[in-house]
């Protein structure tokens, strides 16, 4: 399994931004994703997940309005959009796999590297 996020950045806040993971090694369209960041100041932190087809999204409920989750099964990518961004959504934000295929409970087993979002005027 390997995922790849891409599309962090610098930006100020108010800004936008799209994340992507890029996903190989499994049968991607079988599997849930979900977005999970990490801050020095708040730990790790659940984001978003997709169910394995995308018909069902979830949200922590401070992203809610503010970050979608979609996916394109053709391409094997997991996008995370990102708008009205705050500095407390500086993060390095990582994608990962769901445990069981056709599930979407959090419990994940496999991690990209992570994609640095710093949010600063």
């Known amino acids: 399994v390997q995922l790849v996020e891409s599309g962090g950045g610098l930006l100020q806040p108010g800004g936008s931004l799209r994340l992507s993971c890029a996903a190989s090694?499994?049968?991607?369209?079988?599997?849930?994703m979900s977005w999970v960041r990490h801050s020095p100041g708040k730990g790790l932190e659940w984001v978003s997940a997709?169910?394995?087809?995308?018909?069902?999204?979830y949200y922590a409920e401070s992203m809610k309005g503010r970050f979608t989750i979609s996916r394109d099964n053709a391409k094997n990518t997991v996008y995370l959009q990102m708008n009205s961004l705050k500095p407390e959504d500086t993060a390095v934000y990582y994608c990962?796999?769901?445990?069981?295929?056709?599930?979407?409970?959090?419990?994940?087993?496999?991690w990209g590297r992570g994609t640095l979002v710093t949010v600063s005027s």
């Open positions: 090694g499994f049968t991607f369209d079988d599997y849930g």
């Open positions: 997709i169910s394995y087809n995308g018909g069902s999204t």
């Open positions: 990962a796999k769901e445990f069981l295929v056709l599930t979407t409970t959090g419990a994940l087993d496999a």
